[in-house]
């Protein structure tokens, strides 16, 4: 059984991220590889490849089973790879699995015949199940967290329980990638996750619904040991952990930390977590184990906004969270959201602001976005607010319903004026020049580009 793993290209006229490791594939193509199968990697984001560039490269390759990731800005980039791959391999078993289809399978099974099954939420068993029975021709009525077209009927299978023990997955396939097309500034950053699920329910995310309401943790030796691996393998200095929030249980990953200065890893790293989630002694044991930066959900700089979000936290734990931060030598990056129902122009410049008064290293200014599966995709349709269903233009960046209270276009002008009184400041483009590093170097080049778009208006 040969089985290609493709993370499809982002659609056209999008903003183009830098290529991120496809932490999900590279799983995938571990337990592939574990399972005794032959395995390979198509990224067409990494490689920067487009459909033709696929078809070409898949051509030159055989294969029984192609599966897919996507997001929901990638569906429909998703749907016209399996199209194009049954073209190739007619006979092929075409496979989506990630967030978007996982709530949007049905749909999906109906919107294009070329998709044979979904795998729905965490994928690693389930795909695992799937080609032992792929490969013997058994049938696939008990094979739990799939949704299968079956004659001209769609089944959808149970779901399957998620795995509780992490520590017993591969670590990922790496080796499947191209790494050189992921270096930023002449570095390799690897991902790693160290948990999965959450203990909250926000309104605008997926990864609760994806992954679960518990907190399931990988033990810190398992973590290190995999930090330890790559950075002797690769010799990889740089890791960001993929967590929703890494500090979930405190002493955990205080444990992470003790771990990694036992071992005396030169490394630098990166995470995400919650404001009431962390302390400042916790905050100087990530600093002494290499942690340069924290990502926090802002979210929103009133606390009307906040708790429309079902966030959980206070504005008083997201200042203190960056006052403790700075005060142990830590970048901070403070990521908020714009435009959520109930949103007016004076709560998202309330937002804009709070943001700044925080002395962020980075900001993100991210429109909120109903992506199917979570509540917000919910409010949004009952209340007749959709006015772009072109999941091409789910970017995050672009609005794509607009409420009573802040229309469309003000919401998008919002959100330019606060990256361009963020980033374009004499004060922070000295500040991130002399920092350096790949945090100071990004803000630098970030000023500079919004810079230059500022004086191409004003000239315009």
């Known amino acids: ?28 193509g571990a337990v592939c590889e574990r399972s005794g199968y032959e395995v390979n990697i198509i990224d067409c984001q990494g490689e920067g490849l487009n459909f033709e560039d696929f078809r070409r490269k898949l051509e030159k390759t055989e294969t029984d089973v192609v599966g897919i990731t996507s997001a929901t800005l990638t569906y429909k980039s998703a749907l016209k790879i399996a199209c194009i ?3 190739v391999f007619p006979e092929c078993v075409t496979i989506l699995g990630g967030c978007h289809a996982s709530f949007w399978d049905i749909n999906a099974l109906n919107e294009c015949s070329s998709l044979d099954i979904i795998v729905r939420k965490e994928g690693e068993i389930t795909f695992q199940e799937l080609l032992r029975k792929l490969e013997k021709k058994e049938k696939l009525d008990n094979v739990q967290g799939i949704t299968l077209r079956k004659g001209n009927k769609i089944i959808k299978n149970g779901d399957r329980p998620y ?52 907190y399931r943790m990988r033990s810190p030796k398992s973590v290190v040991d995999e930090i ?5 393998e690769y010799g990889v200095e740089y890791f ?19 771990e990694i200065m036992l071992r005396k890893l030169k490394i630098k790293w990166d995470c995400e977590t919650r404001v009431d989630m962390v302390n400042k002694d916790l905050l100087e044991k990530m600093k002494k184990a290499g942690c340069i930066a924290v990502w926090f959900g802002v979210e929103a700089g009133t606390q009307g906004m906040v708790d429309k979000m079902q966030k959980k936290i206070k504005i008083d734990q997201t200042i203190e969270a960056f006052k403790s931060a ?20 004076e709560t998202a410049w309330k937002t804009v602001n709070f943001v700044k008064s925080l002395n962020p290293a980075h900001v993100g200014f991210y429109i909120a976005t109903p992506f199917p599966g979570t509540p917000l995709y919910d409010i949004v349709k009952e209340n007749g607010w959709l006015r772009i269903d072109d999941f091409d233009k789910y970017d995050t960046a672009t609005p794509v319903f607009e409420t009573p209270y802040l229309s469309m276009e003000k919401l998008k002008e919002i ?10 400041r004499p004060s922070y483009m000295f500040k991130m020049l002399a920092k350096g590093g790949i945090y100071g170097t990004s803000g630098f080049k970030t000023s500079m580009a919004y810079l230059l778009r500022t004086l191409h208006v004003k000239l315009s």
């Open 1 to 28: 059984m040969k089985v290609t793993l493709v993370n499809p290209p982002y659609p056209k006229d999008v903003h183009q991220h830098p290529p991120f490791i496809p932490l999900s594939l590279s799983y995938l």
């Open 85 to 87: 791959s049954k073209e």
């Open 163 to 214: 795995i509780e023990n992490l520590d017993d997955l591969p670590l990922p396939a790496y080796h499947l990638l191209n790494l050189k097309c992921y270096h930023k500034m002449g570095k390799l950053t690897l991902p790693i996750l160290t948990s999965r699920g959450c203990v909250y329910w926000c309104n605008f995310c997926t990864a609760v619904r994806m992954f679960g309401r518990k």
């Open 228 to 232: 330890e691996y790559f950075h002797k």
């Open 240 to 258: 960001t952990s993929y967590d929703d929030a890494f500090s979930v249980d405190i002493s955990r990953a205080e444990k992470i930390c003790e």
């Open 326 to 345: 700075h005060e142990v030598g830590l970048m901070t990056v403070a990521c908020a959201i714009l435009g959520f129902p109930g949103e007016t122009e």
């Open 415 to 424: 959100r330019l004026k606060a990256y361009q009184q963020f980033y374009v």
